[in-house]
């Protein structure tokens, strides 16, 4: 199966440089996209962002949700930048883990990896029953990286998939593999 993982379309929030998780925010007026692809499935976040994405990219409503799709949770740094929280200790012990300890009142780095690959299986399982052989995953950048970083057959850092908004990579799943229990995708490309 081909599959393509789309990141959203630019918010006010990314404009700004700040840490959009839990926050439901619309995609910016007067954004565009090529369609790359013909999906027979589109799969996206619960979040507004992504099905405003999904929508202009390829004329339709999104076949499939996936609530483990949703964007890390920020806890106290949702919705500020960097130069809103640089004198915040919280802040700062953060930067130092990098990105490794939980955002303070916020989702911790290894449940959201956890939370996104699981939900990444259960999607990608639920596709091969349909027979499905090619889908669409318009979703956030942290979830293109938390998929990637765990199921690419090169492997590769969480940040090595850094993707900017309206960008992403496809990638092939081989269902037999797949089923046998391994489970990576293969031929990856950025978009």
Known sequence: MRIWLIRHFRTQGNLERR???RTDEPILPGQTGNILCCPE???????????????LLFQK???LICENFREKDFGRFEGKNYEELKDDPGYQRWLDSNGT?????????????ERTRHGFEQMMEHLMDLQC??????VHGGTI??????FSQTG??????????????????????WRQGKKQLTEIEKL
């Open 133 to 138: 052989r090619e889908a669409a995953f318009v």
């Open 41 to 55: 499935k589109i799969i996206t976040s619960p979040m507004l962002r992504c099905k405003q994405t999904a929508r």
């Open 19 to 21: 840490y959009i998780g």
């Open 156 to 177: 590769g850092d969480f940040y090595d998939w850094q993707v900017s908004n309206g960008s992403g990579y496809s990638a092939i799943a081989e269902e037999e593999s």
């Open 61 to 63: 409503e999104p076949d």
């Open 101 to 113: 300890i939980p955002f303070p009142e916020g989702e911790g780095q290894e449940a959201f990896l």
């Open 145 to 150: 990286m938390a998929v990637l970083s765990a």
